[in-house]
């Protein structure tokens, strides 16, 4: 058999690789670095919304886009900020992301009024778009074989570390110099890998090739319409005119996308990876399994703050117990998935996130914070975190080398949108609570919340094929 170049240069002696390759994990550590900041902005936020909303003077629904608008852009914009990296070359989309993502975090932080903070953060997850489709395809690029694998698996446990570093961060931030800093944290940072990170990675020229703009826009615009449309439905209802008005609005832009994808020749999405049963499996337990997250260390935050007069350092110190349980059902997993199917754990992996809910459907003024409400939402994450990594096998277990980027990327885009439409919907039902502090609106959330999981467990169960999923290493979950 021949081998590949690629599997060469894997052999080579050290001296005969070039120099970015002989720093392959210097640049693996820095390229860890950047995506850390990129997830840490999620959950980093939701300690902080409460301190936000009395600073900035911010109601529910403006409360609501802090965090959505980040990862509506974030997921929205993934793919057009894959095909960039491959037509413009993954260091120039890779830094240019960098310098917007840090620039509007300084922007972020200095904000005084809502409308600069939401411009921000919209900034933030475009640049995030631009950044994380770049880095992975610079570090599938950087290594190979075996070495390929391991560097993955860096990658993969920057998830759970960003969720557990994030409510821990944000917490002291906000208790210490003021919620400002949870996004100023990420200027130094941002400036030295910028500094750093162009002398070891090699440039390429552009390749000329068609970029699916419109496509891009239209796939983005659609989600920002639904997740305008459940937010409304919070204030003015469901069936008053602004919430059919933005759902009908969200309808048609994803029809016009997918006609747009259809005849288009350079497509953002192959739109039959979605008629392929394994990515459609995937990418609906990705959804769920962050909307599930997403929406309950939203609502868990408020909740603590509000209700409970809870400090950001103490809310952070109580989440941590959360975020680790994420991290270890998502290690956990990867072993049950190889010895009992992708099924069982999906399904198994809801039901447990549904069994953690369950407590809280019953939450009041006086619920033990540490007997009842942590230990549910570890329940919780321990099972979700299950489905992220079930998520992922599934969906690339019956696609070929050549394909597997595409799927990642179907399955990374739905990862953002469903903590963009949990987070909608978590704060439309829980409304009446966000607004007057009053567990009653939060109880009502976290039901919907424990039905969602359940019903996803019998949807995991029709949908998931049975057997064992064997990966084909080419693409990864962020």
């Known amino acids: 058999m021949t081998r590949s170049p690629a599997l060469d240069a894997h052999h080579a002696p050290p001296h005969d690789r070039p120099v970015a390759h002989r720093r392959r994990w210097t640049v693996l550590g820095l390229l860890c670095l950047a995506q850390f900041m990129l997830v840490l902005d999620v959950t980093v936020v939701n300690v902080a919304l409460p301190d936000i909303a009395v600073d900035l003077g911010l109601g529910r629904a403006t409360l609501t886009w802090v965090v959505t608008s980040y990862t509506l852009c974030f997921g929205g914009l993934m793919l057009l900020g894959g095909r960039l990296a491959d037509v413009l070359g993954a260091r120039r989309t890779l830094l240019a992301g960098l310098a917007l993502f840090t620039a509007a975090s300084l922007a972020a932080g200095l904000a005084g009024a809502a409308p600069t903070l939401l411009g921000a953060r919209v900034a933030q997850g475009v640049g995030a778009a631009l950044l994380s489709p770049s880095a992975l395809s610079l570090v599938t690029t950087t290594f190979d074989g075996e070495e390929r694998a391991k560097a993955f698996g860096v990658w993969a446990g920057i998830g759970g570390a960003g969720s557990a570093v994030g409510v821990l961060l944000g917490g002291a931030l906000t208790s210490g110099p003021g919620w400002n800093w949870i996004f100023y944290v990420n200027v130094p940072v941002g400036a030295a890998l910028l500094a750093v990170l162009p002398a070891l990675v090699p440039a390429r020229a552009p390749r000329p090739a068609r970029v699916d703009l419109p496509g891009a826009l239209l796939v983005t615009g659609g989600t920002a319409a639904l997740i305008y449309g459940l937010v409304e439905a919070g204030d003015a209802g469901w069936g008053s005119m602004p919430t059919l008005l933005a759902l009908t609005g969200a309808a048609v832009l994803y029809a016009a996308f997918a006609v747009v994808e259809r005849t288009s020749r350079a497509p953002l999405m192959d739109l039959t990876m979605l008629t392929r049963r394994p990515v459609v499996a995937g990418a609906f337990l990705m959804l769920v399994a962050t909307a599930l997250l997403i929406s309950a260390f939203f609502l868990a935050s408020v909740y603590l703050q509000h209700v409970r007069g809870y400090s950001a350092l ?6 941590l117990p959360v975020a680790v349980a994420t991290a270890f059902g998502a290690r956990f997993a990867g072993h049950l998935v190889g010895v009992l199917g992708a099924r ?7 039901a447990v996130a549904a069994a953690g809910i369950a407590p809280l459907t019953r939450l009041s003024a006086g619920t033990g ?4 409400v942590v230990p549910g939402l570890a329940v919780a994450a321990l099972g979700v975190g299950a489905v992220f990594v079930t998520a992922v096998t599934t969906a ?8 597997a980027g595409l ?9 953002e949108v469903g903590g963009s439409v949990g987070v909608a919907v978590a704060s439309t039902v829980a409304a009446t609570g966000i ?12 039901t919907v919340a424990a039905v969602a999981a359940a019903l996803a467990a019998l949807g995991a169960a029709a949908l998931v094929p049975p057997g064992k999923p064997r990966m084909t290493g080419g693409g990864h979950f962020h």
């Open 407 to 415: 799927a990642s990327g179907v399955v990374n885009t739905f990862h």
């Open 396 to 403: 690339l277990a019956m696609v070929g080398h050549d394909e």
């Open 369 to 372: 914070v540490y007997t009842v």
């Open 314 to 319: 103490r809310t952070g110190v109580a989440f």
């Open 344 to 350: 069982t754990t999906a399904v198994a992996g809801m």
């Open 435 to 446: 607004e007057h502090a009053t567990p009653g609106g939060f109880a009502r959330a976290f």
